[in-house]
């Protein structure tokens, strides 16, 4: 059953401007909301919804029990937005819809987790040893993980958009110091804009001519991509791989709670630390604002500098 076709249909609208409508929001985001909207429908057994006539009561008790059942603020707002769909009405801006997300917000605050869980430098040190180097003996198994990780740290994108990549002509070129990539035309990434889908993905080269043995070793970080197209799920599973087999080689524990999503996060925090400015750091991860990164992404990484206050308070115990 699709609810909301049904009721886009009886309100006179084509089969075809249905699809169309529909096409809209990702497959993904129509699972989502059609589940909701079960179990929206399964709250209000006793006094089924009428789709052309919200209760807002109704709403506002399904949201109530979401709130006692734990949810975050985020998951209250995507369940407003589902019923918003269903109903064809903007529930978020009824006073008392607005005012319950408000102070779900307040009764819930977002904690945001401002550390990662894992050492960017300890992985990328690990990139230029034994398993993965050199690359004339490393497994394609070993290679496959260094060449994804990192793409994806010198990228910033997300899994969709690094599933995206293609290496046919036209959408790579090598350069004699980067890589430029293109997505496939066909991607559609998650804000669909032109700005979101015409960003290249600009992989530099590192010490692309070293003077020194360290500069060497650096180097070799610069492996050539092999492999067929892999799902975000692989994708995924490989970068935590590639973490957690840095971290057991080293014979250190592997963090918990690793996450592929991270190294967003990670590769933008560090960017920012040595010297890249919001506007490059936006370009880079496909944000149109640099709040995105500094209410979501943006970690507190040790530096010197955080030190320098409080040293000269500090300070007041030596005689002007």
């Known amino acids: 059953m699709d609810p909301e076709s049904d009721y886009m249909k009886s309100q006179g609208l084509s089969s075809a401007v249905i699809n169309t409508l529909k096409a809209s929001r990702k497959p993904v985001t129509f699972a989502i909301y059609h589940k909701i909207w079960k179990k929206f429908c399964s709250f209000c057994a006793d ?21 006692e059942l734990g949810l975050s603020t985020s998951t209250l707002k995507v369940q407003v937005s589902a019923l918003s769909a ?18 779900a917000s307040r ?17 990328l040190n690990a990139l230029i040893k034994e398993p993965f180097e050199p690359i004339s003996s490393a497994s394609v198994k070993n290679l496959t993980l260094k060449t994804v990780f990192l793409v994806a740290i010198t ?13 046919k002509e036209p959408y790579m070129r090598v350069l004699d110091d980067r890589i430029i990539l293109t997505l496939d ?8 804009s032109e700005f979101h889908r015409g960003q290249e993905i600009i992989l530099p080269s590192f010490c692309k001519n070293p003077s020194s043995e360290r500069e060497r070793e650096w180097h070799t970080l610069d492996g050539k991509n092999k492999g067929r197209k ?21 014979e250190i524990p592997v963090p918990s709670g690793i996450r592929a999503h991270s190294t967003r996060a990670v590769s933008t925090s560090w960017a920012e630390k040595r ?9 880079a991860a496909t944000w149109t604002s640099s709040s995105t990164f500094s209410k979501h992404y943006r970690l ?21």
């Not at 975000?232 to 970068?239: N, P, Q, V, Y």
């Not at 409080?310 to 115990?317: F, I, P, S, Y």
């Open 47 to 67: 006094n089924p919804p009428c789709q052309s006539n919200p209760n807002i009561l109704q709403v506002l008790n399904f949201l109530q029990k979401g709130l």
């Open 86 to 103: 269903f109903f064809d009405q903007p529930l978020i801006e009824h006073r008392w819809v607005k005012r319950f997300i408000l102070a």
């Open 107 to 123: 009764l819930k605050p977002q904690v945001l987790k401002r550390t990662s869980s894992w050492d960017l430098s300890l992985v």
């Open 155 to 167: 990228s910033a994108r997300r899994l969709g958009e690094l599933q995206a990549i293609s290496i």
């Open 185 to 192: 035309p066909n991607f559609i990434p998650k804000v669909v």
């Open 230 to 250: 892999a799902s975000k799920a692989t994708i995924a599973r490989w970068l935590r791989m590639a973490i957690s087999s840095c971290y057991d080689i080293q």
């Open 275 to 283: 010297g890249a400015s919001l506007e490059q750091i936006c370009k």
């Open 300 to 320: 507190d990484l040790p530096s010197s500098k955080d030190l320098s206050f409080g040293r000269k308070v500090l300070q007041a115990v030596i005689p002007p």
